[in-house]
Every structure is written in structure tokens, then in C-alpha cells.
């Protein structure tokens, strides 16, 4: 490296990697746009690496979707000095609503009746909520939850969908969700549970403890990061995944679905927790080849495309729905 | 879905998370006639090259590491190695990196850091970039929300990749760029910029 005559900055090639980024991120190349890509790339060590580190940006990004359609940048940027904040319309209103929550906090002190909170998303919608104790909540697609918190404990009841949990520890305040039967106690950790209405609640567990109570067992199980559980059996054990396996079971938090051998019928299921299209596959024989890929959730039909694409099938884009066929 | 995105979103996951604490790590290191972005820069594409990730247990300290074998192979092709570089590639011996409770508490983190960087974007990339990734919109739909020509969204979302990668990359405020940034966005139109490969 030293010694050369001239070199391209990084900041020049971090420019240039940004572009392709968006420009990636505004649609498919065309074939001659990636042989370009490539080309550029190949002329300097450098720039795949920022190229990929843009596209990772981009990708990163993507959850800003959690942010929900209320989200108000504002409420997120830096302090200034005081003297040079003028006080706007906004930032009235928000100290307003925090007056709120500070007489319900209140409320709570003095033991008064408090009214459970809902929240819940619709269908194909994503949002972040965050709890008075500074818990995180992430709900998935068709997802409800209830929140009643106590000065014992921190109870969160999933109703259905599909949610993630970042806890604020509170040692003397157990968080528990309740999930149809099974209930999950932490006290600081990261774990996501799924109650879906044909299916068995799952449990997974990104990092930090959890304990499992289910009816049919005597006992809670304890579950560390990487694991996930089944509650379908008399008697369910947790099951050690990958690190990578739990990165795709929560990739919707990026708005993705990932699969990695999945039977396509079960993939095309699982797109109509986000959206009303419907993707019919017409032969069961189809619906049993295996896919693997990572999709934006909200898009049905760009992965029924790509599925036709890579499996030799026949997409037919009719409204509503997509057949896949031979 | 683009033929490299797989890897990228791997990196997002496990490396982006740690680039300000890699770079942390670069600047008690430095050696002469090594840049810390271009260090950067080729450890992400080893990293994009690397055959396989899924066997990676601990991404901080394999990162840290791929970084060091860089500088290494640097060194070793300069035809003629300052003497002192010698004495930096023997302080180089890689120390046993615990991940610090602060990066355990990073990722948990994530999400109000990217609401955080979304905030300190320039107004008019923010403006189109909340449309983008927030409310979910193709480049196209916000280009006619805006009343303006596609190319100018994609050089918004250029503008705001660059921007999110230097402010979550180095783990929080943007550096380079602000001074430049502050000329651009007074300028009352949305500011252009070659295409790439133009």
C-alpha cells in the first residue's frame, strides 16, 4: 500500500459504493448494469468492501420499518442546549403526553385501578412499542398484545401473532408473557414468542435466561440464548439452534422472511401472515420442493416470481393471488 | 433481492454492529502509511469473499482478527517495511477481546440507534428516506409523493446510505461529511450527483 503513485480515497470509493447501493435499492439491475458493477468492483481491493458495507447499511436499515408510521424523528434527535431550542407546537404537545404517563405512573403508586393497554398491528403492519419500565416490544404482522404491569410483576399477554421481547432488567419485577397456556418468565434478556392460531406456541431465546411454564409440565424449563421450544408436546423440551437459524427466525424484524429448505407450500403460508395475496400452488408435488432464499415479506409476488424462476414453474399474477404451476 | 444481499445482511447483523469498536481497536494500533477506512473497507471484503459464516461463533473477535491478517498482508508486501512497522506488527499479537456488557447491550440497542441516525440525516434526505424505510414506499412512489424525478430519490438514499454507514460505523454522531453536508443542504434543491459508473 505505501509507496503507490496515485490512490483512490476511501471516501471516493465510499461514494461511489453508496450509489450502486441505491441504485440496488430502487430496483433489479439490468444485466449490463452488474457487469459494470463487477467491473468496478474488480478495479480496487477496497470496493467490494464498500460496496458491501453500504449494501449492509441499506439492508440494516430496513427495520427502520419497525419504527412504525407514527415515528417522528424529532423525538429521536440529539439534545441541544436549551437556549437554542425554541419551543415548537411538537415539542409541546410531547411534553403534554409525557405528563400523561407520569399521572398514570402515579396512578399505579397509589394502587388505583389501571386499565390493561393494547397494542396490536395489522395485517402486514410492523411497529416497536416501548414500555413504561423501558422494555421493548416488537410486534410482528396480525399481532395483539396486553400489557399490565404491577409493582410485583411485569405481565405482557400475547393474544396472537408474533412478538420480541428486549426486557429492561428489574430484578425485584418479573416480566412474564403469557402465551395461551404457556408463559414465559425473564428477567433481562432478548427472547421472541409466536402464537399463531393453527399452530403451537414457540418460544426462542436470543440471549440472556428464560423460564418456560407450560400446563402439562410441573415444572418451568430453562432456556439460555439460541434455543428455542415447541410447546405442541405432552412434555416440551428446548431445542439448541445456530445463531444464524435465530438471525432468520427474526429476520421480519427487517420486514424479511428467510427460509433455508423449506417446503414452498409452507413458504407461501407463511407470506399470508403479511399480506391478503394469496400464492396458490396448484400441485401438492410443488408444494413439497424445497426453497431457500431470503424475501421481503410484504412482496408475495417477488417471491412467487423468484420460486417459479428457480424451480421451473409457471407464475400466473391474477388479482389477489399468484398460481404457481408446472 | 440482490445476488450479494445474502452476505450483506450477514454483515449487518454481525459486523456493522461492531465497526465503532473495530475502529477503536484500529486507532490503538496505528501503523504507518495504513489508513483506518481503507483498513475497513478490505476487511469487509474479505469478509465478503470468507467461503462460509455460518460457523462463525463470535463475529467481534473474527473480525478483529480478519482486520489484523490485512494489515499484516500489507506489511508484508511493502517492499521496503519501516523498522518501525516491525516493532507495531509484533504489538499486534492478538489480545483475548471479551465482548464489553456495552456491546452486549448494543444490539438491543439497535433499533434507537437507527432512529437516532434517521434523525440526524440532512432534512431533505430524512424526509425521503422516512418515506423509503419507514412507511415502506418504492423509490418510485416516493419520487411522485415529492414531485420529483426518480434519479433524485436514488441520490437522496445514496446520500442517506453514506451518511447512516459513517454515523453507525463509528458508533454515533457522523464525522465526515458534516461540514460539507451543512453547504449541500442550503442549497434549496435536492442536490445532484453523477450516477455511479457515469
Known amino acids: 500500500?505505501?509507496?503507490?503513485?496515485?490512490?483512490?480515497?476511501?471516501?471516493?470509493?465510499?461514494?461511489?459504493?453508496?450509489?450502486?447501493?441505491?441504485?440496488?435499492?430502487?430496483?433489479?439491475?439490468?444485466?449490463?448494469?452488474?457487469?459494470?458493477?463487477?467491473?468496478?468492483?474488480?478495479?480496487?481491493?477496497?470496493?467490494?468492501?464498500?460496496?458491501?458495507?453500504m449494501r449492509a447499511v441499506a439492508l440494516q436499515s430496513n427495520s427502520a420499518r419497525a419504527l412504525g408510521p407514527d415515528f417522528d424523528p424529532e423525538a429521536f434527535a440529539q439534545a441541544e442546549p436549551p437556549a437554542a431550542t425554541p419551543i415548537t407546537r411538537r415539542r409541546l404537545f410531547w411534553l403534554g403526553g409525557s405528563a400523561v404517563a407520569a399521572s398514570a405512573l402515579g396512578a399505579i403508586g397509589l394502587g388505583l385501578m389501571m386499565r390493561d393497554t393494547v397494542y396490536e398491528t395489522k395485517l402486514g403492519e410492523m411497529r416497536v412499542v416501548t414500555l413504561e419500565d423501558g422494555s421493548a416490544v416488537t410486534l410482528n404482522t396480525a399481532s395483539r398484545i396486553r400489557v399490565a404491569f404491577a409493582d410485583a410483576r411485569r405481565t405482557v399477554t400475547l393474544e396472537e401473532g408474533e412478538a420480541l421481547f428486549d426486557v429492561a432488567k428489574d430484578p425485584a419485577r418479573?416480566?412474564?408473557?403469557?402465551?395461551?397456556?404457556?408463559?414465559?418468565?425473564?428477567?433481562?434478556?432478548?427472547?421472541?414468542?409466536?402464537?399463531?392460531?393453527?399452530?403451537?406456541?414457540?418460544?426462542?431465546?436470543?440471549?440472556?435466561?428464560?423460564?418456560?411454564?407450560?400446563?402439562?409440565?410441573?415444572?418451568?424449563?430453562?432456556m439460555t440464548a439460541n434455543m428455542r421450544i415447541v410447546t405442541s408436546h405432552a412434555v416440551a423440551q428446548p431445542v439448541a439452534i445456530a445463531p444464524t437459524e435465530v438471525d432468520r427466525e427474526i429476520a421480519w424484524r427487517s420486514g424479511r422472511i428467510a427460509f433455508e429448505g423449506e417446503p414452498l407450500a409452507q413458504a407461501a403460508a407463511a407470506f399470508g401472515r403479511y399480506s391478503d395475496t394469496r400464492i396458490i400452488i396448484e400441485d401438492p408435488g410443488i408444494g413439497r420442493e424445497e426453497i431457500t432464499g431470503l424475501f421481503a415479506s410484504n412482496d408475495p409476488v417477488t417471491f412467487a416470481r423468484a420460486a417459479a424462476a428457480s424451480l421451473e414453474l409457471k407464475a400466473v399474477i391474477g388479482p389477489g393471488e399468484v398460481r404457481l404451476s408446472r | 433481492m440482490h445476488r450479494y444481499d445474502e452476505r450483506a445482511l450477514w454483515l449487518a447483523r454481525n459486523v456493522l454492529p461492531h465497526e465503532p469498536a473495530l475502529r477503536a481497536w484500529l486507532s490503538r494500533r496505528p501503523v504507518d502509511g495504513l489508513d483506518i477506512d481503507d483498513i475497513v473497507q478490505e476487511t469487509y471484503a474479505r469478509l465478503s469473499t470468507t467461503q462460509s459464516v455460518e460457523e462463525i461463533r463470535n463475529p467481534r473477535t473474527y473480525l478483529i482478527t480478519t482486520a489484523r491478517s490485512v494489515i499484516l498482508s500489507h506489511i508484508r508486501h511493502a517492499r521496503v517495511v519501516p523498522m518501525h512497522s516491525m516493532t507495531q506488527l509484533e504489538a499486534m499479537d492478538f489480545v483475548s477481546d471479551e465482548p464489553d456488557p456495552e456491546t452486549v447491550a448494543a444490539d438491543r440497542d439497535e433499533l434507537r440507534k437507527l432512529a437516532e441516525a434517521i434523525a440526524q440525516l440532512p432534512p431533505r434526505t430524512r424526509e425521503v428516506f422516512v418515506l423509503r424505510r419507514v412507511k415502506a414506499m418504492?423509490?418510485?412512489?416516493?419520487?411522485?409523493?415529492?414531485?420529483?424525478?426518480?434519479?433524485?430519490?436514488?441520490?437522496?438514499?445514496?446520500?442517506?446510505?453514506?451518511?447512516?454507514?459513517?454515523?453507525?460505523?463509528?458508533?454515533?454522531?457522523?464525522?465526515?461529511?458534516?461540514?460539507?453536508?451543512?453547504?449541500?443542504?442550503?442549497?434549496?434543491?435536492?442536490?445532484?450527483?453523477?450516477?455511479?459508473?457515469d
Do not use: C
Not at chain 2, 160 to 179: H, T
Open chain 1, 1 to 53: 500500500m505505501p509507496g503507490l503513485m496515485h490512490r483512490e480515497t476511501s471516501q471516493e470509493i465510499d461514494a461511489v459504493a453508496a450509489d450502486w447501493a441505491a441504485r440496488i435499492d430502487r430496483g433489479a439491475l439490468s444485466p449490463a448494469d452488474e457487469g459494470e458493477l463487477d467491473a468496478w468492483i474488480a478495479g480496487d481491493a477496497r470496493r467490494l468492501g464498500a460496496f458491501m458495507r
Open chain 1, 174 to 222: 418479573p416480566f412474564i408473557v403469557e402465551a395461551g397456556g404457556t408463559s414465559v418468565r425473564a428477567v433481562g434478556t432478548s427472547f421472541s414468542v409466536k402464537r399463531l392460531s393453527d399452530a403451537p406456541v414457540e418460544v426462542l431465546v436470543r440471549e440472556g435466561i428464560v423460564e418456560v411454564a407450560q400446563p402439562a409440565t410441573p415444572r418451568p424449563v430453562r
Open chain 2, 138 to 197: 418504492s423509490q418510485r412512489e416516493v419520487a411522485q409523493e415529492l414531485g420529483v424525478a426518480e434519479s433524485t430519490i436514488e441520490k437522496q438514499m445514496s446520500k442517506g446510505f453514506r451518511r447512516l454507514a459513517d454515523i453507525l460505523g463509528r458508533g454515533g454522531k457522523a464525522e465526515a461529511g458534516a461540514s460539507r453536508e451543512a453547504t449541500e443542504g442550503n442549497a434549496g434543491t435536492y442536490a445532484q450527483r453523477d450516477k455511479p459508473g
